[in-house]
């Protein structure tokens, strides 16, 4: 079945460093890979995506990440956090084929930032 | 632009009850996706429509349907209501175009008593 992963459900980080949320897929073959944030009780927000090409991605917020395939992993990166990174963060998978918007969802990482 | 617009924000019903929330797509797209958004279950798939056409949906009871007018704009409806169906939903909207990703609204936090 196909699926998304995400190992840490909880990541605490200090004001200013950098940080790695992880993100593994399951899928027949590679499909479109994106992470959204959601402050709370808000919505999602798209922050980058990927489906082909250079397997490093930028984002919006100073937000990046890399796609291995060889590891079927698509991990969002920051090389320093601010307070405001707070929130939780959910990688979603989309197939390549077909014609449906139906997103894979992981289960989202809560990060907390120290000052 | 302006973005995805759901109302209400914030609904309190009782069980036994229905409730219909509202979707305002981005302008210009064609897709509108229903996400329920849980503590337990996290977030999970509802249905799309595309052209007032469901193309998918998600594994749900029957109590859960939807649809889309012609100027793309949707509804969700849940019937008979659940305490199980507390949970925030979430309206996401596409051009059509796959890569592009999903757009989504604040959401409607359901409370069921």
Partial sequence: AQSVTQPDIHITVSEGASLELRCNYSYGATPYLFWYVQSPGQGLQLLLKYFSGDTLVQGIKGFGAEFKRSQSSFNLRKPSVHWSDAAEYFCAALNYGGATNKLIFGTGTLLAVQP | ?113
């Fill in chain 2, 1 to 113: 632009k302006a973005g995805v617009t759901q109302t209400p924000r914030y609904l309190i019903k009782t069980r036994g009850q229905q409730v219909t929330l509202s979707c305002s797509p981005i302008s210009g797209h064609r897709s509108v996706s229903w996400y329920q958004q849980t503590p337990g279950q996290g977030l999970q798939f509802l249905f799309e429509y595309f052209s007032e056409t469901q193309r998918n949906k998600g594994n749900f009871p029957g109590r859960f349907s939807g649809r889309q007018f012609s100027n793309s704009r949707s509804e969700m409806n849940v019937s008979t209501l659940e305490l199980g169906d507390s949970a925030l939903y979430l309206c996401a909207s596409s051009p059509g175009d796959r890569g592009t990703g999903l757009f989504f609204g604040s959401g409607t936090q359901l409370s069921v008593l």
